[in-house]
């Protein structure tokens, strides 16, 4: 599966684990040149505490675009290490 967003492929792997229909990648497989910091926090109950990163391509920002448990439950192991993008990333097969 490939992330694809403003024309660009972020991410691409056939390692996917789908989780509440989110595509979570590994994080090796995302192109971390296409990446900068974000500071935005969420929380969820059952998976933990979630990071977010912006994407940057071609001159263009898409704020907190991509989330990861750097942390997750016990129940979220299966996460632990991933990546997944937000609305407005394609994900494509």
């Known amino acids: 599966m490939k992330a694809i967003w403003n024309g660009v492929t972020v991410a691409e792997s056939d390692d996917i684990v789908t989780v509440e229909g989110n595509h979570y990648f590994p994080e090796h497989a995302l192109k971390k040149e296409y990446t900068t910091f974000s ?37 979220a192991q299966e996460i632990k290490g991933r990546v997944a993008f937000g609305p407005g990333v394609q994900i494509v097969e």
């Open 39 to 75: 500071n935005h926090r969420t929380s969820c109950v059952w998976k933990g505490q979630a990071h977010y990163m912006s994407l940057l391509v071609n001159g263009d920002m898409k704020p907190d675009a991509i989330w990861h448990y750097p942390e997750p439950t016990e129940a």
